[in-house]
């Protein structure tokens, strides 16, 4: 016998089945267009066998749901546990931080309710400060007049001018500290005599 390229086939063979005999076989028949015989029944023994598998579990799935368990308890609990113990720490360091915030205020008002009657605004604190915004109005008459003077000399450059006018706040801040220890210095001993 001889195949479709003029060859031939050695042995004996079924015609149907030999190489050649696949190219002049009837196509088969499309899925849709099968009509299985009313009278046969389906085969049960292939559909139990199908649905064995998801009636009851293999010896392999056992051992690999075992494995999962045995992964999820040594593993990953050690990590949850973990995870739990740094959210408690958490939690408990900004409950003491909000309880040292609660502590240090009411000491902080306990403080202040006890240096009030001390603190009190008597004739000689009010004198002080009319002293300290009669200063503060003369700086700011000063350094209106200085701004002016600036404004006025149009022949100082830009570098010069920023160069005295570093030099006049300079001044102005050491004067400013000096009449505030001033100021407190005389406070203190008043409120020494106050108390005595």
């Given at each position: ?18 190489e050649?005999?696949r ?17 046969q ?17 293999t010896?392999?799935?056992l ?5 999962l ?11 949850c ?11 408990s ?19 202040s ?13 009010r ?8 200063f ?7 350094r ?6 600036i404004?006025?000399?149009e ?15 300079r ?5 400013l500290?000096k ?12 409120f020494?005599k106050?108390?005595?």
């Amino acid at each position: 016998m001889r195949n479709i390229s003029g060859h031939e086939i050695g042995g004996i063979c079924h015609p149907e089945r030999s190489e050649g005999s696949r190219f002049f076989a009837e196509p088969t028949a499309r899925r849709s267009d099968r009509t299985a015989p009313q009278d046969q029944a389906p085969d049960r023994r292939s559909f139990k066998r199908r649905c064995r598998m998801f009636r009851r579990p293999t010896a392999a799935r056992l051992t690999g749901v075992a494995a999962l368990l045995r992964m999820t308890v040594f593993i990953i609990l050690p990590f949850c546990s973990v995870a739990f113990a740094d959210v408690s720490d958490v939690v408990s360091s900004a409950k003491q931080a909000i309880v040292n915030v609660k502590e240090s205020s009411k000491q902080l008002f306990e403080e202040s309710q006890i240096r009030q009657p001390v603190l009190k605004e008597d004739g000689y604190v009010r004198k002080m400060r009319r002293k300290r915004e009669e200063f503060l109005e003369e700086q700011v008459e000063e350094r209106r007049d200085f701004m002016e003077k600036i404004r006025k000399n149009e022949g100082m450059d830009r570098h010069e001018r920023q160069k005295k006018i570093a030099k006049f706040k300079r001044k102005e801040n050491k004067e400013l500290q000096k009449f505030m220890e001033k100021q407190k210095e005389k406070l203190k001993k008043h409120f020494e005599k106050e108390k005595l």
